[in-house]
């Protein structure tokens, strides 16, 4: 690559189309996010933002366009796309009955990580969750779940980070963990995509933020310009164009 060639984008999302049934989620959407940037993707419920992190993580596979991942295909490439990406969704996707260690231990080996006892205790700690390290999870409060789970999807430093709803049950110990690692992310020059409606949260964290309405995005601003993206959301919320 020369230096007057611009970087494979992390995540290329051109024109992608997703639908349900008979009710069609995604229009038409495009969305190119660069290595080392955070960007906040915002919509109301039913917009579609998780079914835009699933295509994006290779979960779902669309109805027309094209998803890309550090330039690998999220269809005909999957693998490469999914070694390339952590998500988070929903759920923690922790098992109950395994310690705090035990589920990164288990993750780690799939990921096939070298130092994985090391990652896997300088993350617990981080995490703030040494003290409950041998401790199985179903003891575990929803925002020590949810702390444990954002160590897992950090675990084998992805060039993509694609998180739903992130800052969602989270204590402040959460809140503050999952900073950090946005912040390490972005330093080690990954790639965050994550969907909120918290706005404080998201403007700590995002070079940009973008609205994803009717099927597409429908605005996009850059941190600077924040309080034209929240016009941008009031207009969305009351309905207007």
Same mark, same amino acid.
């Given at each position: 690559?020369t230096?007057? +060639?611009?970087?494979?984008?992390a ?27 955070t960007?906040?993707?915002?919509? $109301? ?5 998780? +079914? ?5 993580? !290779? ?9 890309r991942?550090?330039?690998?295909d $999220? ?7 999914? $070694?390339?990406?952590?998500f988070?969704?929903? #759920? ?6 395994? +310690?705090?260690? /035990?589920?990164l231990?288990?993750f780690?080996?799939l ?9 896997v ?5 981080r ?5 409950? #390290? +041998? ?13 444990l ?7 084998k ?7 739903? /709803?992130?800052?969602t ?7 503050d ?6 912040? /390490? ?6 790639a965050?995509?994550? #969907? !909120? ?25 850059a941190r $600077? ?11 969305a ?5």
């Amino acid at each position: 690559m020369t230096a007057s +060639t611009p970087p494979v984008p992390a995540l290329l999302l051109s024109q992608v189309r997703k639908g349900f049934a008979r009710r069609l989620v995604l229009r038409g959407v495009d969305l190119a996010v660069a290595p080392g940037e955070t960007v906040a993707l915002f919509g $109301a419920n039913g917009a579609g933002k998780s +079914t835009l992190l699933r295509v994006a993580a !290779t979960l779902l596979r669309p109805d027309g366009g094209a998803a890309r991942v550090c330039g690998a295909d $999220a269809v005909m490439e999957r693998s490469a796309a999914r $070694a390339a990406l952590g998500f988070l969704g929903h #759920a923690p996707m922790l098992q109950d009955a395994l +310690t705090a260690r /035990e589920n990164l231990m288990l993750f780690a080996r799939l990921d096939g990580l070298a130092d994985a006892r090391r990652r896997v205790n300088d993350l617990i700690a981080r995490a703030g969750l040494a003290s409950r #390290a +041998t401790d199985p999870v179903r003891g575990f409060s929803r925002g020590m779940a949810q702390r444990l789970a954002l160590a897992r999807v950090c675990l084998k430093r992805p060039r993509l980070l694609l998180l739903d /709803e992130p800052f969602t049950a989270v204590d402040r110990a959460g809140r503050d963990f999952l900073l950090a690692l946005l912040a /390490e992310a972005r330093s080690g020059g990954a790639a965050v995509l994550l #969907a !909120t409606h918290d706005v404080e949260a998201a403007w700590s964290a995002a070079d940009r933020a973008v609205l994803l309405a009717g099927g597409r995005i429908v605005a996009g601003h850059a941190r $600077a310009e924040r309080r034209l993206f929240e016009a941008a959301l009031e207009r969305a919320a009351e309905g207007a164009p």
